[in-house]
């Protein structure tokens, strides 16, 4: 393959209307998931915290022992779990609104109408006109 070979194929998967879409919706899809997560971090959880007793889900963790001295804490924040399965809940239910609401906008769209072609006739007519030839023949 020459090199001029390849660079016309790249440019032309570059080019393509797929390729350009995919690029637009993971770049507004990064930022999107930035607004969700800004939307649990800053307006969801913090409510829910103090529901259920001033808890801040960010400062939730275990904390492991150290086995040896001097070795920094190890620790399991299962708090950022919790906020991130709220990010990916909301994401997954707006992709889902999405994609339900492009596929009712493609059910919706009218169908255009093919004029019906015109009937040709019957197997039972045709054998009529092949006898009334053949009579008028005789």
């Known amino acids: 393959m020459t090199k001029s070979t390849f660079l016309q194929e790249f440019k032309d998967f570059a080019v393509k209307g797929n390729a350009i879409d995919m690029a637009v919706g993971v ?31 960010k ?7 150290a086995f040896i001295e001097g070795q920094t804490a190890v620790t399991i924040n299962y708090g950022n779990f919790i906020q991130t399965v709220f990010n990916f809940f909301i994401i997954a239910f707006c992709v889902f609104l999405l994609v339900r609401t492009i596929m009712r906008l493609k059910r919706e769209r009218p169908v255009e109408e093919k004029p019906a072609t015109p009937a040709g006739p019957t197997q039972e ?13 005789q």
């Open 27 to 57: 770049i507004i899809g990064g930022a999107f998931g930035k607004i969700v997560t800004s939307i649990v971090e800053d307006l969801i959880m913090p409510p829910i915290g103090w529901l259920i007793g001033g808890v801040d889900f």
């Open 59 to 65: 400062e939730l963790k275990i904390e492991l022992p």
């Open 125 to 137: 007519e045709l054998l009529t006109e092949i006898r009334d030839l053949l009579k008028r023949q």
